[in-house]
């Protein structure tokens, strides 16, 4: 026996959940791993830690500087702040053992070392689909994504969502259009948009050196209101003669067309020339989605278009597009916002309470139970029936099964629905009927 | 474009899977999964880094020798090596949230820095479950644990297993009645039986003081053959007068009675007097778990009681009982003893090929197909039929459905069966319906 107890914590910014909350949380990866792979999506898994090499092959930015570290030895290990880098050296080091288009799903947890605050997570899980071709991939993969989170935040019990699409190639021809050659820089305050509002971004365009004719320029366009019909009607009236513009435009056009041939309802999915997604990497393609009726959690599940998945670990050139969903804080917003509580949520379908000497009996009601896969606990302690009750209360259990002499004898048994209060005498035939179809 | 490329690799003693090999693994865990449930165990997951004071409060041995620090800021940190520790803090630190007996299963990643060798792995997945009491837990639980260890490798496709069943009590009490003091060290000896044989074991008990005349007489107590109930009258002959013996014995003989009534059948237990666990906090039952045709695979799911298992973060005593299945070992060397292959797995029902200008016509069919919960896919490249027919071959997809004109006009669809290369012309009704009923 110790003596001195160290205080039983977790790390801050790691989410831990109790029992009745972590089954909402594992539905929610259920549904959308179901999702993903009625969608034809392969699941992969890699390994935590890879080389730090591996993992900052790109290097620079934010990710160096949130890296956990892993000692043990010699080698510089990391743990994974992302699952697209890990699929990255996964394309590149199976390559001859994949068959392309590859498509993969990978749903696991990644590491980064965030400011502590609320709602962000240092550890957190993410739901990740990719497309990934071989030299080339077509621009249908880009119309499918769509449907898959569409299925997906449908799966979820989400009605009224929006994917927000545009197309990185508009934005890139349209900026070179106007002579600016830093729109890198510009597209990540353009980004903002939504977040500063329209005065700060033009107070921030015009630190950078842009002047304002060409703002207003940037204004009129980012700015424009429209279905998507007028918005492609409004892009092409600009006249722009400019190669990128005009693939980008074409791209967006035949995305737009296939997204509503792929099953996405005209209401879920919108142009939005803001959408720029902040990373350097996405080349065509970009998406993001929202909860209307939160506008406040902001995107949950972005994604898009990229040129060259693993030029830091290969020559192959491979083209892909994908999305992500940051599941964590999803789940937290969700609770936060009270749209997910933990009220309903049962795995436990029933509790066996033996009386007296009644031990054998129950069992064999817990093994008939479980062998009609109803999942079944047995209350096996010393108690009094009124700390048995109470017990199958706390664990919010929807049926207890009593059995005790008159029971056994008659082989009728007493089912207390624990919601209702209400009791029923059943044959267990009757009992496996009932609580089999309360799935 | 980088030009110098990073060798795309995993760090040695990690497993990494292709995607016909991961829906494998992955089946393992659902049908783990599955089992626990089933058996009213609720799920926990708790974080992979941890405080290092927290992970190590109990200290020493090989543990703190094989952990993976982790460094960012300046709290020790680690990542967790078991997923009985996490356990231990998450039940003292949620203690007044749960309700006792508490069952929890956690199927997870933990890491350990062991010497790299074939077989080993530093990254795996454990499958554990533990049933902890507040105070006391009855003896019934150490019967119940192997109906669960019965029923999960019986789901896992197993017939031919013995889970072998001991108690610590019982070779404490026999031990403390030969005046033998350090018998923790003796069953470390003891339990290497099974590797070393008899005779390495009389030299190791020699040269840590044992005599010949007690060497002989724990010779005959752990070489003792013979089914459970000629095991426990043995026991009772032995007239060992020792209150931990006697408490050990009644224990077994409870649980060997009612491991029956919870439905493991006679030839699937046995009483094994050899078995002792290394680890020394287990204080009662004890179980390994063996495959009969795969002796040299080692025991496949261990376990046991134990009486106090958050002792270093608060005075509640918490007894529990549990077992653990390392299932990236498990399925390591399943797949070595060629017991499992991927050739039958399929995630994917059915690649949709358009031929020609069918694409939209076959994007329709895919929506029907995946409402109809049909995991479908549709070739969507550019490319020659010939290399698509090959592309399907490739991702082992059981069915292809192939849209052109004369399927659009007729309504009338040719579905390959790629397994007998068979064409069949069906409606989509019909194909609905034979893809539905070959899950």
């Known amino acids: 026996m110790a003596d001195k107890k160290v205080n039983p914590s977790i790390l801050p910014g790691f989410m831990e959940l109790l029992p009745n909350e972590q089954i909402l949380f594992n ?5 959308v791993k179901d999702s993903y792979e009625r969608y034809g999506f392969l699941p992969i898994d890699t ?7 591996v993992l900052l092959a790109k290097g620079g930015g934010e990710t160096e500087k949130q890296i956990y570290k892993v000692v043990k030895g010699d080698t ?45 997570f240092r550890e957190f899980y993410q739901a990740d ?50 002579n600016i050659n830093n729109y890198q820089e510009v597209l990540r305050i353009v980004d903002k948009l939504e977040k ?24 009129d366009f980012i700015m424009f209101e429209g279905d998507n019909l007028s918005t492609l009607s409004f892009l092409k009236e600009l ?56 506008p406040k959690i902001g995107s949950i599940c972005s994604g898009g278009r990229y040129d060259n998945l693993s030029e830091f670990y290969t020559n192959q050139k491979l083209p892909g597009v994908g999305i992500s969903i940051g599941l964590t804080r999803l789940f937290y917003q969700l609770r936060e916002a009270g749209i997910i509580s933990a009220d309903n949520e049962k795995l ?38 009124s700390k048995k009750l109470n017990y199958a209360n706390k664990i919010n259990v929807p049926y207890v099964i009593i ?21 029923t005498k059943m044959t267990i035939d009757d009992i496996i009927l009932e609580l089999s179809s309360r799935n």
């Open 348 to 385: 436990i379908k029933a509790l066996v309470i033996p009386m007296d000497d009644y031990l054998d009996q129950s069992i064999e009601i817990s093994n008939l139970l479980r062998k009609n896969d109803i999942s079944t606990q047995i209350y096996l302690e010393n108690a009094k029936m």
């Open 129 to 178: 689909i990719d497309i990934i071709g071989n030299g080339e991939l077509s621009i249908l993969n880009d119309a499918e994504i769509p449907s898959v989170i569409y299925t997906t935040f449908k799966e979820l019990g989400f009605e009224n969502f929006t994917i927000k699409i545009n197309n990185r190639k508009l934005l890139q021809g349209f900026f070179e259009n106007l």
């Open 239 to 294: 006249k722009i003669e400019n190669v990128t513009f005009s693939d980008g435009l074409k791209e967006l056009e035949t995305v737009c067309y296939y997204i509503e041939k792929f099953g996405v309802p005209k209401n879920n999915f919108k142009i939005d020339l803001t959408i720029a997604r902040g990373l350097d990497y996405y080349t065509g393609t970009v998406y993001e989605t929202f909860l209307n009726d939160y």
């Open 27 to 31: 539905n929610m990866i259920e549904k």
């Open 76 to 120: 510089d290990m990391s743990l994974r702040f992302d699952l697209t880098v890990p699929l990255a050296r996964y394309v590149a080091m199976h390559f001859h053992e994949l068959s392309f288009p590859f498509r993969r799903y990978h749903i696991a947890k990644v590491y980064r070392g965030e400011k502590n605050q609320k709602g962000r």
């Open 403 to 423: 059995v005790g002499e008159d029971e056994v004898n008659s082989n009728i048994y007493t089912v207390k629905n624990m919601k209702t209060g209400e009791q």
């Open 196 to 219: 500063i509002g329209i005065e700060n971004v033009r107070k921030e365009l015009l630190e950078i050196g842009i002047n304002q004719e060409k703002y207003e320029k940037i204004r």
């Open 47 to 53: 390994p935590v830690i890879e080389k730090s090499e």
